[in-house]
């Protein structure tokens, strides 16, 4: 079981001491908003055996937050894997933070990668009914592999399409993980 922690134990505990807390979106969102004391460490770039010697003679909590806790939980699940010890999650991640009224960095605006997953799903799926309708019925499979790849991201809350999002340079291009 992963330990949580919320954002406002978090804030009350950062006033007391320094914590060590890592951001595992993309930089692109992260240069959009996030928690002033955080540091970026997007999910696809997390090497968990590199992050537990880094941390060997440490105990103090890895605290790991993500937009809204999907992510977050999937970067402690790796973690916790690989053997580092005292990570914890970020309840409700940088969107509970903010609406707990906590203080955060602003910069340029970016798509959410759940709005791009939704803008890509969406498409796939019209495009393959088009061409399923206007150049061959088998082209239907298209729209029916996205739907399955869909109930599968609902049925283990992991999506290979945010993933490979993630990836792309436009949630990499003009945005830094620096703070």
């Not at 992963?2 to 890592?22: F, G, Q, S």
């Not at 951001?23 to 997390?46: K, M, N, S, Y």
């Not at 592999?145 to 999506?159: Q, R, Y």
């Amino acid at each position: 079981m992963i330990t949580t922690i919320t954002p406002r134990d978090l804030a009350d505990r950062h006033e007391k001491e320094a914590v060590n807390l890592i951001d595992v979106r993309t930089p692109a969102e992260f240069g959009e908003i996030h928690v002033t004391f955080a540091r970026c460490l997007p999910l696809d770039q997390l090497d968990a055996k590199l992050i537990k010697e880094d941390r060997a003679k440490s105990d103090r909590p890895l605290y790991v937050i993500c937009r809204s806790g999907s992510r977050g939980q999937m970067a402690c699940e790796k973690l916790i894997a690989a053997g580092v010890s005292n990570v914890v999650h970020v309840e409700g991640g940088t969107l509970a933070w903010e609406q707990a009224g906590l203080p955060v960095a602003r910069g340029k605006k970016a798509m959410s990668l759940e709005r791009q997953v939704r803008i890509a799903a969406g498409s796939l799926v019209l495009l393959g009914v088009a061409l399923g309708a206007f150049v061959s019925q088998w082209l239907y499979g298209l729209s029916a592999f996205v739907g399955a790849g869909l109930v599968f991201a609902g049925l283990t809350d992991t999506c290979g399409m945010g993933m490979l999002l993630a990836r792309m340079p436009w949630n990499r291009r003009g945005a830094t993980c620096s703070t």
